[in-house]
């Protein structure tokens, strides 16, 4: 039997099959719809009378939302096998990411024009990369069912960082991002630095796949 010599499109054909069904696995038609609820929630909620203070912690909670679904799409179906097999994984990984991040970022975006958004857009962006960016980072280190609750955790830092700001000693650095205003370049420094870093550890490693009967592994 002789061997089949696949055409010269069997390469761009077969890549792409590969990232539809990495996108399906992911289910990031999901994702991209919480992000739309997320957005128009956030645009019906700014439409509403708040205190100063609500105005600021009211952006925080749907950028919080939008990164935990984010970080809610790096959870793996096939486990062992998928490892073993994808070679392209750290790219569709960083795509995928890099996709659905941009995506919360517009969306979010186009909810507050034209709208009294604490803060302003460009804000909003710095502190949703960097939400974005705690939760890959918590999918590779405690695995996609547990992402959730660093972006949470560091969602209630931000919200207390901020209540400091009326209610004082007003809490102050880099790290608390969200609580600094748009002109602190090392806030946004920061924020960019772990999204940075949560990309990168995302795509080389994948998320941690914790075994049921209580042991792990990484995805290579």
């Not at 080389?204 to 290579?220: E, K, T, Y």
Request: hydrophobic fraction near 55%.
């Amino acid at each position: 039997m002789s061997a089949v010599t696949p055409g010269p499109s069997a390469g761009p054909m077969a890549g792409l099959r590969l990232a539809q069904l990495y996108v399906l696995s992911r289910r990031v038609p999901v994702a991209l719809a919480a992000i739309a609820v997320s957005a128009v929630a956030l645009w019906t909620a700014l439409h509403w009378r708040w205190t100063a203070y609500g105005a600021f912690q009211l952006p925080l909670i749907f950028e919080a939302a939008c990164a935990t679904v984010v970080a809610a799409t790096t959870a793996s179906p096939f486990g062992e096998p998928e490892r073993a097999a994808g070679r392209q994984l750290p790219w569709l990984r960083l795509g995928t990411a890099l996709a659905l991040t941009a995506a919360a970022a517009v969306a979010l975006a186009a909810a507050g024009i034209g709208t009294d958004l604490a803060g302003g857009i460009l804000e909003m962006v710095r502190n949703l990369i960097g939400l974005t960016g705690i939760g890959l980072l918590c999918a590779a280190l405690l695995g996609a069912a547990l992402a959730w609750t660093a972006p949470a955790a560091y969602l209630l830092v931000a919200v207390y960082a901020l209540y400091t700001r009326w209610h004082g000693p007003a809490l102050t650095g880099p790290w608390i991002w969200p609580a600094q205003p748009l002109h602190d370049i090392s806030a946004a420094a920061c924020a960019g630095l772990v999204f940075i870093a949560g990309l990168a550890v995302f795509a080389l490693r994948g998320a941690r796949n914790v075994d049921p009967d209580g042991g792990s592994s990484d995805s290579h």
